[in-house]
């Protein structure tokens, strides 16, 4: 192993700690009611429905996040940095989604709660061009890049359409961001048929 | 180390950080009392022993969860999920553990917390199932492969016949749920004497 | 990297990830007074100053089990379930500090903190001698390992010593306390010059 | 790998647990307000940030730890202790930060803020010096050291300075203890143009 590899290794080590702080911060306001009855579970809705989605769009931004981390194998500081970036803002995922359930979808929690996957997607914008660079070009076919790519920015676009949509139609503002955090749920975009060679090369990288 | 190996070890290190958020949890509601005596400590049972009780059952999950893991060597997109699943339940773990001790094992705490088990378990024979699925035939013998199943049903049949008898029941319901999870004291299921190679095969692995 | 090695590894990782949650728990506690005033941070003494004694005190726990899992490259269920009891021990100290700084060292938080030291020793004497047993017979010589259980052993009496001696006098048992724990500073006992070479032997290992 | 290359990876691993908790810390202030307008998110606002901030410098500090900790190779008793006192004053900084933030900039606050600092940069200069003295002669120039160790001298002036300040102009105490911080926004010091071999020589250790 040597001192090099070790160091993407630290990056890695130390974003899963603050991932799974981030995941589980939510978990602690989930309180026992004192009553031991359905009735006084029911008050809990709003918080226990908060954790499962801000925990269900954390997972698929760490499993995103493992799946580059894979290509890069160099710490720079850039990749630090912007890595820094990308956990700051996901770090205010539980904060917003909280919001939002606390105030059953309300307009400005929501503009607040697209707001926040705007500067998320940003960040990871950053890190998957930065990531990519890294990979060499056998690793990952144009094809894949460019699909990546255009993910990336439709996702991009459909959180800033959200914001905009938030004031007047905050539930389907929200049904936005949704769909689009649930566009990341395979890490690597699909490949159509006849170009499966591409998708195992990058399977075992 | 090849990059399919450190996958893995990533998958590792980050529900490390989970569990290790999740098995502390409680300790934090353990806040010292006002008055320097004993009388003061005795309203702190309740927390004690269910930071005791979810601790001892998330240390168990833990110690099964590592044995797994050791068969699997490569993070698919479906273990990772399945990984998922399985911490998100057993993050309710504390929540209800705290709720039964807190109404001193009342009906409804105790059929949540038997529910909350059942999704453990629910998620823990697919991760067993994927986790040996990748382990090599020679690894693992199919009888241990048998006794594993079998101890995992029978476990969800205990849990499910918790649900339904706590609410005539809740304190023998509280008993079966925690015999269900001593079944896992042990990682590996006991073998009968006459198949100790099996078994020392499984250790050095 | 052998499997059975990453096992030492994970057990490491997870118990890393339990001391770093514990050791920070009371940090959690300093928030900042209302008033910009130097009087207004009196009331915070108790609080920093049990932070600073629980910390160091982990601190020397940490130190003493990073030490001793050198020794060991097995994650055998005994070593497993000895750390877990290791590890819960530990993670009593922050709460049993807090107790006695906020009375001001009175009887009954001393005597408690002397209870959850003697615990935390018994674990660490099973998690001494676990280890060193998988260590093999040239890496520890039979001084050194005597002096560890020698060691431990006085450790021990000053914790029994100082619970038994709390309500009399609480000053005393409190300073007991310090310098059993304080024993721990150097992972490693003290060794007579002229067997220097066994102490040049264990620091390379 | 040897036991001994594992040492300071655990040693990283821990340092990495308590960072990931550290940099959090101030998120789970951040508490949804219970009206949903723009008006209800304002009072959050030293919350939010003082959270930047303290983020930002914490990521600071890993980055220079992170930098650093790849010249070590063996975590010796005292590389470990000065660690625990880097992490330990570095803990303190979310709680100063907080302080400052909420009384707006006042006076004390920015005193203890400057003073956590001084504090920080004493065991930052301990770490600095302890790991370099590890790093082989060729891997860091003479100039590289000696621009470090000025660094390092001139931040520590910043910190005195905005100390003793703090009391009569509390702002440009804060600005002070800002720009000293910014100064290591880069890990390792610019090396003037002719001197690149050695930069590179650096990168690729």
Redesign the interface.
């Known amino acids: ?1 040597s ?5 993407i ?6 974003s ?10 939510m ?2 306001d ?9 009735a006084s ?1 029911l008050p809990l809705w709003p918080t226990a429905l908060s954790y ?1 989605v801000s ?1 269900l769009f954390i ?1 698929i931004v ?2 995103n996040h ?1 799946h580059l ?2 290509f890069a194998d160099e ?1 720079t ?1 850039r990749l ?2 912007i890595n ?1 970036a990308h956990l ?1 803002t996901v ?2 995922v ?2 917003a989604t ?2 939002v359930a ?2 059953r979808i ?4 929501v503009f ?1 709660y697209a707001a926040v996957f705007v500067l998320v997607e940003l960040a990871y914008l950053q890190f998957e061009h930065h990531a990519l660079t890294q990979a060499e070009v056998e690793e990952i076919s144009p094809r894949t890049r460019r699909l990546a790519w255009i993910r990336s920015l439709v996702a991009l676009g459909l959180f800033l359409t959200a914001m905009f949509v938030s004031f007047e139609f905050p539930r389907c503002s929200f049904a936005l961001v949704c769909c689009a955090v649930l566009l990341y749920l ?2 690597e975009p699909p490949v159509p048929p006849g170009e499966s060679t591409d998708s195992v090369s990058l399977k ?2």
């Open positions: 192993m001192p090099r590899k070790a160091n290794e630290r990056l890695a080590t130390f899963d700690g603050v991932f799974a702080v981030i995941i589980t911060i978990v602690l989930l309180r026992p009611p004192e009553h031991p009855t359905f579970l499962l925990y997972a760490w499993t493992h981390l894979r710490s500081p630090i940095w820094f700051f770090s205010l539980p904060f909280a919001w606390s105030t309300a307009a400005v929690p607040l395979v890490p075992t990288v």
